[in-house]
């Protein structure tokens, strides 16, 4: 290991950037800790909990334990106060329920700041439980114009607004080739919270999220949808094509009974990580121009 003071400053920088892109958010604290010795210790209390008996025995046994509550009222009356702790507002439910807890909430918003406000008060996608902030729709709704992304990454995460930082100024490069601006379209992603490391969200938390980007999408009644990525491709588009495969060609979506066309392009991410792209993505662009123009 290279200790930090034999780094320069624009080393430790680039260091630092890294372990920020891959999920890094707390620092080491000043005496170590064993988090193996942590993690076995709550896997014991949960066996312990699990196997401590839920009911109150039948017959004679039932005649004891009622003689033993009042024998001991001192220690009902201590223990009462812990019952409510044990189901936090976040506890974990069945991905079924879920989803039907996410499609309730959605069904509910009449307008994109209501949904905002259901989605900050959703506690039912374990990707929430990692993120720093809710990455919800910024722009102008009443553009006609949504660009859709796949998640939120670390500068997103960082500062609650979708396509922020670097991959944030190449979309607005990408605008601007269009003759469009930040601020002229709605902005959003497929799954609202980043998940840990950027990996690419499960198909379970996809499902989970879908009811909200559909909602969005809905309230939002934009006449021409951009898709960008692999994986937001294939979330509205299904089947297992890669976005070299399903960009540049208008489809029509039906997301809560608004029906608009998509066209699928690459993502930010992939004109950063590969320059040779930008050509794809310029003639998707360009394409989308014609059909806004039109």
Not at 30 to 45: I, L, N, S
Not at 87 to 103: L, N, T, W, Y
Not at 230 to 245: E, K, L
């Amino acid at each position: 290991m290279i200790p930090a003071n034999h780094l320069s400053p624009a080393e430790l920088a680039a260091l630092l950037a890294f372990h920020a892109d891959a999920g890094v958010e707390w620092l080491l604290e000043d005496e170590a800790v064993d988090r193996f010795a942590e993690f076995e210790a709550m896997k014991a209390k949960r066996a312990e909990a699990r196997s401590a008996p839920q009911s109150a025995p039948t017959g004679t046994g039932q005649r004891q334990g009622a003689g033993a509550q009042q024998s001991a009222p001192a220690q009902s009356r201590s223990a009462a106060p812990a019952a409510p702790a044990a189901s936090p507002p976040s506890v974990a439910i069945p991905d079924e329920q879920a989803i039907k807890e996410a499609q309730f909430a959605a069904e509910t918003a009449r307008s994109l700041p209501e949904l905002r406000t259901a989605m900050e008060s959703f506690n039912h996608c374990n990707l929430k439980n990692s993120a720093r902030n809710l990455v919800f729709a910024e722009g102008d709704p009443a553009s006609g114009i949504m660009i859709i992304g796949p998640m939120p990454y670390a500068d997103d995460d960082r500062d609650g607004q979708p396509f922020s930082g670097r991959l944030g100024e190449m979309l607005e490069r990408m605008l601007l080739g269009i003759g469009l601006a930040r601020q002229d379209v709605l902005l959003t992603n497929v799954v609202p919270w980043r998940p840990p490391g950027n990996r690419v969200p499960s198909g379970r938390e996809a499902d989970i999220c879908r009811p909200f980007i559909e909602r969005q999408i809905a309230l939002a009644e934009p006449k021409q949808l951009l898709l960008l990525g692999n994986f937001t491709a294939r979330f509205f588009f299904g089947g297992a094509d890669t976005i070299h495969q399903l960009r540049g060609e208008w489809r029509e979506l039906s997301a809560g009974g608004h029906r608009v066309p998509a066209l699928a392009t690459l993502h930010p991410q992939d004109l950063v990580t590969a320059p040779v792209n930008k050509r794809f993505a310029w003639q998707d662009l360009l394409v989308f121009k014609a059909k806004i123009n039109a």
